[in-house]
C-alpha cells in the first residue's frame, strides 16, 4: 500500500494538525518507507487468531458509587489558556 | 564521593545515625547537579526551595527522635510526564511547557508520603517517543559517560541523572524500552513492571495499553527497594491489577542454581554488534558457573513485534494526543475561528516526531485501513504474547542484550526505521505486558552494555533474584563515569 500527498493531507485534516509544504512531503515519504516496512506483517496468516488488546485483561472494572468530592474550579481553571466566568472560552465556532 | 555514590540503605542508615542531616544530604546533591548539569542536561526543572524545605521538615522529626522510613529524606527527581502538583509537568514539550498539575500522579504521591525529597523534573523526549532524548523540545541530554553520545530514551534524563550521581533514584516510564534502554546506555538498573503493576494515574499517556512507569537505579536492591514503594494495585487506574503486593526486597539472593535461563535466538540476530554479543555471552557464562541451566530456545514471531509495535503505539498515541487542543490547558495559538485553533495549536505546539506517530497512528486508524493495519497488529501481539507464554512455561526467567549496539552518538542516527530498530530487544516486553530489568554488564569502548532479564507477569522478585545475583558476582556496577572522578 502506498500513501498519497493528497491521503497524507486528509489524514492531517483528521488528526487536526496544520502542516507546513515541507512537512506533507516529508511526511509522504516517511509514511512510505515505514508502511513498506508494516508489508512485513502481512507474511503471516492470522485468520484464526483473535486480536489482543490488552496484555494483562481485567474485566468489568468496577466500584461503589460514592459521592466524593470534586476539584475547586479554580484549581481546574488555572491551566486555561482563556477562562471567564466558569467556562472556557474559544473563538467563533459557528 | 562518598555519599552521592550510596545506597539508598546506606543513606537510610547515615540519617537515622546522624552521621548526615537530610538538609546536607540534599545539599549534596543539588551540588552534583550545579556542577554536572553544565555537561549532562538531565532536567529541566530544579525544585531546590522545595527541596531544602521538605529536608529541614525530616531533619525536625529526626532531632524530635521520630523514627523514618526506608525511603525517607533520599533525593529523588521524577521523568517530566509524572505529574507534581504545583511543580510543572512539561513532557520535554511546547504544548505544555507552562502546565502546573493541580494534582499529583500515584506514583509521585507514594514517593512523597515515603518522605523522599523532589529534586526536580527530568528531561526526555517529546510525550515519550523516542530513544535519544534528542526529541526534548528544550535540549538534549548528554550521555555522562560520553557527551558526544546520548542517553537514550525516552527516560534519557532519569538514566543520566542516576549515573551523574544528581539524585539517589529517579522514575521513568517504559512503553517500548524507554526506561530499560537509557538504563543500558547510561550504565544503571532500570525496571519496566509488569503492565498494571503500578498505576498509571496523573502519568501523561502516550500508549495506554504499553506505558509502565519504574524506577532507574545504581543498584539492584535500591531498584526493589523503590518498586516496593510504587507498586500497588490503585482505584484511579482502572488497568491497574489487585494483586498482592509484595516487599520486593525479600527475593534479594545471592543464589541461581537450578533456575532455568532460556536465551531466546531471536534476540541474538545478524543486528547485534558482536563486542555487544560477546559482553553478554560472558554474562551467561557467569550465571552458569553460578549454577543456572542455560539454554537456547526460539521465539518465532520476535520479529513481527517490532511492526505491530510502530502500529499500535501510534495509534494509542494518535487517540490520546487528541486531548491537546488548546482549550482547557497547555498552549494555544490564536486563531479566528475554533478548529482552525486546534489545527494551529498542535502545528505549533508539537514536534516533528510527535507529529509523525499521530499521522502514523490516524492513518492506521483511520477508515479503510484498520484491518489491514490496525487489527492485524493486535493479532501478532496475540502470537508475540503466545511466543513469551510458551517460553516462560520452559523457563524460569530469559536474558537477552537490552540494545544491539552501545549508546549512538548524537545526531548519528537519521534513519527513522534503523532509530526504531535500536528498540529491538525491549519493545516485544510490552507487548506481552511482562516484567523485565536491565542491569549493567560490562562495557564496550568504555560505553556501558545491559542485559535483559525478562519473567512471568508479576514475577518482578525472580528478575531481583537473577539481577542481584549477578551483580553481587561482578563489579560493573561499581564503575562510574570520568565525568565524577575529577575535582572532589
Redesign the interface.
Known amino acids: 500500500?502506498k500513501?498519497s500527498r493528497k491521503?497524507?493531507e486528509h489524514?492531517?485534516d483528521?488528526?487536526?494538525?496544520?502542516?507546513?509544504e515541507q512537512?506533507i512531503e516529508l511526511?509522504t515519504d516517511?509514511?512510505n518507507?515505514?508502511l513498506e516496512?508494516?508489508a512485513?506483517?502481512?507474511?503471516?496468516d492470522?485468520a484464526n487468531?483473535?486480536?489482543?488488546?490488552?496484555?494483562?485483561q481485567?474485566y468489568n472494572?468496577l466500584?461503589e458509587d460514592q459521592v466524593t468530592g470534586s476539584?475547586e474550579s479554580e484549581?481546574?481553571f488555572?491551566?486555561?489558556?482563556?477562562a471567564e466566568e466558569g467556562y472556557?472560552r474559544?473563538?467563533?465556532?459557528v | 564521593m562518598k555519599v552521592i555514590n550510596s545506597s539508598i540503605a546506606e543513606l537510610h542508615k547515615m540519617l537515622v545515625n546522624k552521621e548526615i542531616s537530610c538538609t546536607e544530604l540534599t545539599r549534596e546533591f543539588l551540588k552534583q547537579i550545579d556542577k554536572n548539569e553544565p555537561k549532562v542536561k538531565a532536567f529541566l526543572t530544579v525544585t531546590e526551595e522545595t527541596a531544602l524545605n521538605k529536608a529541614a521538615e525530616i531533619d525536625k522529626k529526626i532531632a524530635g527522635g521520630g523514627e523514618i522510613g526506608l525511603l525517607e529524606g533520599i533525593p529523588v527527581a521524577l521523568k517530566d510526564n509524572i505529574c507534581t502538583e504545583g511543580i510543572r509537568t512539561t513532557c520535554a514539550s511546547r504544548m505544555l511547557e507552562?502546565?502546573?498539575p493541580?494534582?499529583d500522579a500515584t506514583v509521585a504521591q507514594k514517593l512523597a508520603d515515603a518522605g523522599t525529597v523532589l529534586l526536580g523534573k527530568l528531561n526526555m523526549d517529546e510525550f515519550a517517543m523516542g530513544s535519544t532524548t534528542e526529541n526534548s523540545a528544550f535540549y538534549p541530554t548528554l550521555n555522562p559517560w560520553d557527551a558526544t553520545r546520548v542517553p537514550g530514551g525516552s527516560s534519557g534524563g532519569s538514566a543520566a541523572a542516576v549515573a551523574a550521581r544528581e539524585a539517589a533514584f529517579t522514575l521513568g516510564t517504559d512503553t517500548g524500552g524507554s526506561i530499560r534502554q537509557p538504563s543500558a546506555f547510561c550504565g544503571v538498573v532500570g525496571v519496566k513492571p509488569?503492565?498494571?503493576a503500578v498505576s498509571r494515574y496523573g502519568v501523561v499517556a502516550f500508549a495506554s495499553?504499553l506505558d509502565q512507569v519504574g524506577p532507574v537505579t545504581k543498584t539492584v536492591s535500591d531498584n526493589a527497594i523503590v518498586l516496593s514503594t510504587i507498586a500497588g494495585h490503585d482505584?484511579k487506574d482502572?488497568?491497574s491489577?489487585p494483586f498482592v503486593k509484595e516487599d520486593y526486597t525479600q527475593y534479594l539472593e545471592n543464589n541461581v542454581k537450578g533456575l532455568k535461563i532460556g536465551i531466546p535466538r531471536e534476540f541474538f540476530g545478524k543486528d547485534l554488534n558482536s563486542e555487544v554479543r560477546k559482553v553478554i555471552n560472558d554474562a551467561l557464562k557467569i550465571l552458569e558457573e553460578l549454577g543456572a541451566e542455560i539454554e537456547e530456545c526460539t521465539m518465532p514471531?520476535i520479529?513481527?513485534a517490532m511492526?505491530?509495535y510502530?502500529?499500535i503505539s501510534p495509534a494509542e498515541c494518535?487517540s490520546n494526543l487528541?486531548r491537546f487542543?488548546?482549550?482547557?490547558?497547555?498552549?494555544?495559538a490564536e486563531?479566528?475561528?475554533?478548529?482552525?485553533?486546534?489545527?494551529?495549536t498542535?502545528?505549533l505546539g508539537?514536534g516533528?516526531e510527535v507529529?509523525?506517530r499521530?499521522?502514523?497512528g490516524?492513518?492506521a486508524l483511520?477508515s479503510g485501513?484498520y484491518d489491514?493495519?490496525y487489527?492485524?497488529?493486535?493479532?501478532?501481539?496475540?502470537?508475540v504474547?503466545k511466543d513469551f507464554d510458551e517460553a516462560l512455561a520452559k523457563y524460569d526467567v530469559l536474558i537477552s542484550p537490552t540494545t544491539p549496539t552501545i549508546a549512538y552518538k548524537l545526531g548519528e542516527k537519521t534513519d527513522?526505521?534503523s532509530l526504531y530498530l535500536g528498540d529491538v530487544y525491549t519493545i516485544p516486553i510490552n507487548?506481552?505486558?511482562?516484567p523485565a530489568i536491565s542491569v549493567p554488564a560490562g562495557f564496550v569502548n568504555g560505553m556501558p552494555v545491559g542485559m535483559q532479564i525478562i519473567a512471568k507477569?508479576f514475577a518482578e522478585g525472580l528478575l531481583y533474584r537473577v539481577a542481584y545475583t549477578y551483580e553481587q558476582n561482578t563489579a560493573h556496577h561499581k564503575e562510574v563515569p570520568a565525568l565524577l572522578k575529577g575535582g572532589e
Open positions: 500500500m500513501i491521503e497524507v489524514v492531517a483528521l488528526a487536526r494538525l496544520n502542516l507546513t512537512e511526511f516517511q509514511l518507507s515505514i516496512y508494516f512485513k506483517l502481512q507474511e503471516i492470522t487468531v483473535e486480536p489482543t488488546a490488552h496484555a494483562v481485567l472494572v466500584r476539584m484549581k481546574v488555572a491551566n486555561a489558556p482563556w472556557f474559544v473563538p467563533k465556532i | 507552562n502546565f502546573i493541580p494534582y509488569t503492565y498494571g495499553s482505584p482502572s488497568t491489577v514471531h520479529d513481527y511492526p505491530a510502530y502500529i494518535s487528541a487542543d488548546g482549550v482547557s490547558y497547555g498552549f494555544r486563531a479566528d475561528e475554533t478548529v482552525e485553533m486546534f489545527k494551529q498542535r502545528a508539537f516533528p507529529k509523525r499521530i499521522m502514523l490516524t492513518y483511520s485501513y489491514a493495519y487489527l492485524k497488529a493486535q493479532k501478532i501481539r496475540t502470537l504474547k527513522l526505521l507487548l506481552a505486558g511482562l507477569h
